[in-house]
């Protein structure tokens, strides 16, 4: 909850409605007011609610004039299917405020005590996901070693493996 920006946590306090992922932490979810819908969407390896769902169902909450906030673990927008929410809404005629977040692509790495970048050695940064569809253009590792600076894999337990062999192949 700490490192939720001022505006979110605001807009948390006053919602009618929050729609919330699996990555929110109960802390943060003690920010909501009392009386207000808590609505779980979070995704869990084997389950959760599929995107389409989500946006029909942020659709309909937007029919009822409430004032809805869905909440995410993060940025909604550094793989967090922010964009896919925001156009359903768009389309639909619904206009909607996107609060960026602190992602986890800096956040986790800055908590423990190790920077992104720093001077001599990391001039930049590239962020991946290591989760990919069946079907999806797999990530090309082994260029992407080639590139320089530090990587931050996202989502990429599962796959950890097979990302460090082609990582270390790719040099």
Known sequence: PDLLTVRAARLIAEAD??????????????????GAELIDVGKRPGQGVAQDLINVLLLQLAATGRRIVRLKGGDPFVFGRGGEEAIALSEAGFTC????????????PAAAGIPVTHRGVAAAFTVVTGH??????????RSLAKVGGTIVVLMGAAQRGLIAAELIEGG
Not at 97 to 108: D, K, Q, T
Not at 132 to 141: F, K, L, S, V
């Open 97 to 108: 405020e996107i609060v960026p977040g602190v992602s986890s692509a800096v956040a986790a």
């Open 132 to 141: 990919r569809q069946p079907g999806e253009t797999p990530i090309d590792w």
């Open 17 to 34: 409605v929050v729609v919330h992922d699996a990555l929110v932490g109960h802390g943060v979810l003690e920010l909501v007011r009392p």
